[in-house]
């Protein structure tokens, strides 16, 4: 079994979920409210230290046609110094959608707009492990 992090990067906000290739399934963890810079990765670094996972899974910001563009240049980027910070090997899964399925999914939960919004990030890091796991052997 092989347990992993899950990272739903954003300018304000980053989702986090965690996940294992035993039950295959995905919970969103929490949201981290640090802009993206060198205080999100120490943020991450301490929940890498706090969670224990094998590996950490980034979304990658694909254009709807399979197209990369800025963003997802942005996410390896990222990924690549994450990896060098943690010792962790860090996979890109694609993200397309996962935050249009995090909106279907509180759209009738009954939670203020303010709620949602704060829940958003870490429910799309959960729909991005989830992907991940699912393509698992």
Do not use: W
Request: charged fraction near 25%; charge should be positive.
């Amino acid at each position: 079994m092989r347990r992993f992090l899950a990272v739903d990067v954003g300018g304000k906000r980053t989702g986090l979920a965690l996940g294992d290739t035993l039950t295959r399934l995905a919970m969103p963890m929490g949201v981290l409210q640090v802009p993206r810079g060198p205080a999100l990765l120490e943020a991450l670094v301490k929940a890498v230290r706090e969670h224990a996972p094998d590996g950490i899974v980034v979304g990658l910001p694909l254009n709807m046609d399979g197209t990369e563009g800025g963003s997802a240049k942005e996410a390896r980027a990222f990924a690549a110094e994450l990896q060098a910070r943690t010792g962790l090997n860090v996979h890109l899964q694609d993200e397309r959608l996962t935050t249009f399925d995090a909106d279907q999914r509180m759209a009738r939960s009954g939670r203020t707009h303010a709620q949602k919004k704060e829940l958003r990030d870490a429910l799309a890091a959960a729909a991005v492990l989830q992907d991940f796991l699912e393509r698992q052997p």
